[in-house]
């Protein structure tokens, strides 16, 4: 019958034994056993050649007594050579004491001789079945095990990370493998904590052995640490952590550290990288305002002399030749400034301003500016503002008029037939804060659905004839896109080619309520007020420019207001002229050969005295950058105006600073003619006699003429009313001609000349001076007249 306990397959045995009686006593006991088995028989151990094919039997029978060998010896020999099967050891009687031997050489159970029979052969091979499939088990967690320690030692090789552990009471470490690849030290040394310091790099030495001596007394440590092995500097990251027995001393510490020299290289690469981007976006900037510089200060002399040349007489052939320089040196300038607004958005150096206006005048001004333009291609230009947009926001008006303007060009310059819209409207997400919904909308030639992805790139036009057809270089709108998402908006196009485009922007804003309305500004007023530029009359101006084209460019267009104009060279002269006569205001270029104008303004604050100290200073530039403004400002420049500059701009800023003043409206003292003129009453006094009543009359007649005629000259000056000017001076020398002075009679003779021309208006700069010069001298005669003739007062 078949042994219940017997494995499924058959069982295969192998005896080793020289004792041919020992040998039956066995077969007969297994045959009674009931396990079915295969036996394989030797007669000594000698005769086994190769050793590892006894792995092939599920048990071994080995006498202990053996010729050639014993089997103590082959036993040794075989639990030597790895091989796990079980042996039981065929021993004789009484021999109890060399089976304890047996047992702790290897051997799995002992039988005796005679006690040889199938009962007890049974219970050997059941133990020995039991056992070895213990030892199976036991092989295959220790197989698992080896699996899963090779995993993690291959994942922390990976990861670059390693694990340690310290066993404070042996004062020992243990430490994996990779550990001492990281820090390329001899895996059979055992670690201690000397020896790791060591390879840390001597600058980061008090470091490590401070968070060390820390983790003992509880604090845990996480840090970069810079380490020294033989192959070179690396980079790890190292932590570990305290671990307190049940009594809360220390008992473990343990932690990783892994190689990052990857990401600490990759790191440092960056911020090279960024270094060098910040370095040539600095060099592109330098490039750009040099480059401004360059192209601005020659195209100032260009279109500061095209406009004079438009005041002097000229043929229609002539007028349309400068009518194309004016018109392509406008485009050129508006090519550099749309470069240098990209470059400035871009390199993040446009600062937004933050200032309340009133968007329907602000809308009015830029429709009312562009109007003309869409007449004269007869398409219509309309504005609607919808009921709940606010009156007063606070935000950027200047790129406000920036964004609108360009779109509503754009609508304009791309539609022939029908016109173009700008719709307004806004809602209010939050109490004080709008959107504000911009639409233009127009007729045009529309836009095709492929480029609508890519219209708002730099230099990208919707068809490669549009320049040809339409010039510009697609820049305006990519700046229109930057400057809305500036402020927080958005910009989106819907247009269908041939049948118009509608651009939508919305903008966040500020509501502006009652409280602050007061602070309201109108920043968009392009032109100094007509009445106001007579503020300039006669202001002594000196201007520092180095360039003589643009001297005289700047003398012409001050002299065209009535200022008086001195020129310096450099910063040196400027000084020396300083000296000799109190300016009202000094224009100053930046870049100059001896002195620059940073070095003048500075000596002008910091070295003299007031009032000189104290002369206004605006800075005049070709540079355009927010950098070179806040340099002006530092050294105490009070304003700034980059060129090319419109005549007006220029007004605007001198009236910031040219203070009015009465004396100057009647120039007496400044006009360098009068005091060698005397005025001669004795006619005056002959024709009077001692008749009081007729002298009053006589000098009431003289106050009340004068300024009445110092109005009217002032007022056909403006209108350029040359017919009406020559009417006043008829009458002034009918008036004054009695006195006999000779500088009036001079100034009158002058600008009856210049009136008689058929146009005189070439010649405006002259005939303001010879109007100056009148109202000066008629002032001065009114003056000396009510003086040397009342007898009273
Ligand atoms: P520019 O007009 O100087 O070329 P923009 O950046 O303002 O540069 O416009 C880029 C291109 O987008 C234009 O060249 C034109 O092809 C197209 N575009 C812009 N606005 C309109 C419009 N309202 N209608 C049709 N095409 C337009």
């Known amino acids: 019958m078949k042994n219940p306990d017997a494995p499924e397959h058959f069982v295969k045995l192998l005896v080793i034994d020289d004792d041919e009686v020992d040998k039956r006593q066995l077969k007969r006991a297994l045959k009674a056993s009931g396990f079915e088995y295969e036996l394989t028989e030797y007669s000594d151990a000698l005769s086994i050649a190769d050793i590892s094919l006894l792995n092939a039997f599920d048990c071994i029978f080995l006498d202990y007594l053996l010729p050639g060998d014993t089997g103590l010896r082959f036993l040794k020999k075989i639990r030597d050579e790895g091989i796990v099967t079980p042996i039981v050891m065929i021993t004789s009687q009484g021999n109890e004491s060399i089976a304890v031997e047996l047992m702790k050489a290897g051997a799995s159970d002992y039988i005796v001789k005679n006690e040889i029979d199938g009962q007890s052969i049974s219970q050997v091979l059941r133990n020995m079945f039991r056992l070895n499939s213990m030892m199976r088990e036991r092989e295959e967690a220790y197989c698992a095990l080896r699996i899963s320690e090779a995993r993690l030692a291959e994942a922390q090789e990976l990861a670059k990370i390693g694990s340690w552990e310290f066993d404070a009471k042996k004062n020992s470490f243990y430490v994996s493998p990779e550990i001492y690849n990281i820090l390329e030290l001899d895996p059979q040394t055992p670690m201690t904590f000397e020896m790791y310091l060591a390879v840390v790099h001597p600058d980061e030495r008090e470091k490590v052995d401070a968070a060390w001596r820390g983790a003992l007394e509880g604090k845990p440590y996480n840090m970069d640490v810079r380490i020294n092995p033989p192959s070179g500097v690396k980079y790890a990251h190292a932590q570990g952590r305290y671990i307190p027995d049940s009594t809360g001393a220390l008992e473990k510490m343990m932690g990783t550290f892994q190689d990052i020299t990857d990401r600490k290289l990759f790191e440092q690469e960056m911020m090279r990288a960024r270094e060098l981007a910040e370095n040539s976006m600095k060099v592109k900037e330098i490039f750009l305002a040099n480059m401004s510089h360059e192209i601005r200060t020659p195209m100032n002399a260009i279109l500061g002399f095209t406009r004079l040349l438009f005041e002097t007489p000229l043929?229609?052939?002539?007028?349309?030749?400068?009518?194309a320089i004016h018109f392509s040196g406008e485009n050129l300038l508006v090519i550099i400034n749309d470069i240098l607004d990209l470059s400035k958005i871009q390199s993040g150096k446009t600062t937004l301003e933050k200032s309340v206006f009133n968007i329907r005048e602000l809308v009015n001004g830029i429709v009312g500016l562009l109007r003309p333009k869409a007449l004269e291609k007869g398409i219509s230009l309309t504005s609607i503002v919808h009921h709940p947009v606010p009156t007063t926001i606070k935000g950027d008006p200047v790129r406000l008029n920036q964004i609108l303007t360009n779109l509503i060009s754009n609508g304009i310059k791309f539609t022939e037939k029908g016109g173009v819209t700008l719709e307004i409207n806004s809602s209010a997400p939050k109490k004080h804060q709008?959107?504000?919904?911009?639409?233009?909308?127009?007729?045009?030639?529309?836009?095709?659905?492929?480029?609508?992805?890519t219209i708002f790139e730099s230099f990208v036009q919707a068809s490669s004839d549009t320049t040809k057809k339409y010039g510009g270089t697609g820049l305006g709108l990519a700046i229109v896109k930057n400057l809305v998402e500036l402020q927080d908006g958005k910009i989106s196009l819907s247009s269908t080619d041939g049948h118009g485009s509608t651009f939508t922007v919305h903008l966040p804003c500020e509501e502006v309520t009652q409280e602050n309305k007061q602070h309201q500004s109108s920043p968009l007023r392009t032109s100094p007020a007509v009445e106001s530029l007579e503020q300039l009359i006669g202001a002594e101006i000196l201007v520092v420019e180095d360039n003589p084209l643009n001297q005289m460019l700047a003398r012409k267009v001050l002299q065209k207001a009535g200022c008086n104009v001195d020129i310096a060279s450099n910063g040196l002269q400027a000084l020396e002229r300083i000296k000799m006569k109190q300016y009202e205001v000094i224009l100053m270029d930046i870049q100059m050969p001896e002195m620059d104008g940073f070095e003048t303004t500075r000596h002008v604050r910091t070295q003299l005295q007031p009032p000189v100290s104290e002369v206004p200073i605006i800075a005049m530039t070709a540079h355009a950058f927010g950098s070179d403004v806040a340099k002006c400002l530092a050294v105490g420049m009070n304003d700034y105006i980059s060129k090319p500059f419109k005549a007006d701009d220029l007004y605007l800023k001198l009236l910031k600073f040219v203070q009015p003043s009465p004396t100057r409206v009647v120039p007496f003292k400044r006009n360098d003619a009068l005091p060698h003129h005397k005025i001669d009453l004795s006619a005056l006094h002959e024709l009077a006699g001692d008749n009081d009543v007729f002298i009053d009359e006589l000098v009431l007649e003289y106050n009340r003429q004068t300024p009445a005629f110092v109005e009217k000259l002032k007022g056909y000056t403006k209108s350029q009313n040359f017919e009406a000017i020559r009417f006043i001076c008829h009458q002034i020398r009918y008036s004054y001609g009695i006195l006999s002075m000779a500088a009036l009679?001079?100034?009158?003779?002058?600008?009856?000349?210049?009136?008689?021309?058929?146009?005189?208006?070439?010649?405006?700069?002259?005939?303001?001076?010879l109007v100056n010069t009148i109202i000066s001298l008629i002032s001065a005669i009114n003056e000396a007249v009510t003086r040397g003739l009342r007898r009273t007062g």
């Open 315 to 323: 043929t229609a052939e002539q007028k349309s030749y400068i009518d």
């Open 434 to 453: 709008c959107i504000l919904e911009f639409k233009v909308r127009d007729t045009g030639i529309g836009i095709p659905a492929d480029k609508h992805a």
């Open 745 to 769: 009679d001079k100034a009158l003779d002058e600008i009856s000349t210049l009136l008689k021309m058929t146009d005189p208006g070439p010649e405006m700069t002259k005939v303001i001076k």
